[in-house]
Antibody, heavy 122, light 108 residues
Framework: VDLVESGGGLVQPGRSLRLSCAASGFTFDDHAMHWIRQVPGKGLEWVSFISWNSGTLAYADSVKGRFTISRDNAKNSLYLHMNSLRAEDTALYYCARDRGSRSVTVNVFDNWGQGTLVSVSS | SSELTQDPTVSVALGQTVRIPCQGDSLRSFYASWYQQKPGQAPVLVIY???NRPSGIPDRFSGSSSGNTASLTITGAQAEDEADYYCNSRGNSGNHVIFGGGTKLTVL
């Protein structure tokens, strides 16, 4: 199993950014996926969830209305569209696989990427 | 409330047993999972569900739960177990997920 995030970088407040996560080594559309972030030196914060078929989405209150999660099962890819970025969105963003199956999401993250760093600053 | 509380720091002597607790109302309804994170690395799942270990995780790691408290126990702590440990569970609202603030484990 391999998860590789990309798309991070330095962006000004109020601007947008799209993160990608390329998955390989497993049947991508058998699993729900999540985005989790971590401010350097701080704890983990769950950001968003998407079911295997994109039928169910969920967001942390801190990003709801600004971030949009999506996936392309044909491309084995997960995305996070981030709008109206704020300084407090600065963090390392991880994509993570849900250990469950199509029929059940268990909110257990059994594989993580190495993360992509987003810095929001003027 | 949808929060998980962890002690910020815990220490253990080499070879001894340590318990790392995680408290929260959601734990009365949902299992906790536990993740180990070493500096500069992504988190690694060590315990999930009813005391399940992913393949490759040593059997000195175990999990338990009682009421609103879940615990990660390391029996015979090794130097390589020094790391940050995070618990998580489903929150009480919708498909939300919550993490504890993390516990920094020092092996003396």
């Amino acid at each position: 199993v391999d998860l590789v995030e990309s798309g991070g970088g330095l962006v000004q407040p109020g601007r947008s950014l799209r993160l990608s996560c390329a998955a390989s080594g497993f049947t991508f559309d058998d699993h729900a996926m999540h985005w989790i972030r971590q401010v350097p030196g701080k704890g983990l914060e769950w950001v968003s969830f998407i079911s295997w078929n994109s039928g169910t989405l969920a967001y942390a209150d801190s990003v709801k209305g600004r971030f949009t999660i999506s996936r392309d099962n044909a491309k084995n890819s997960l995305y996070l569209h981030m709008n109206s970025l704020r300084a407090e969105d600065t963090a390392l963003y991880y994509c993570a696989r849900d250990r469950g199956s199509r029929s059940v999401t268990v909110n257990v993250f059994d594989n993580w990427g190495q993360g992509t760093l987003v810095s929001v600053s003027s | 409330s949808s929060e998980l509380t962890q002690d910020p720091t815990v220490s253990v002597a080499l070879g001894q047993t340590v318990r790392i607790p995680c408290q929260g109302d959601s734990l009365r309804s949902f299992y906790a999972s536990w993740y180990q994170q070493k500096p500069g690395q992504a988190p690694v799942l060590v315990i999930y569900g009813n005391n399940n270990r992913p393949s490759g995780i040593p059997d000195r790691f175990s999990g338990s739960s009682s009421g609103n408290t879940a615990s990660l126990t390391i029996t015979g702590a090794q130097a390589e177990d020094e790391a940050d440990y995070y618990c998580n569970s489903r929150g009480n609202s919708g498909n939300h997920v919550i993490f504890g603030g993390g516990t920094k484990l020092t092996v003396l």
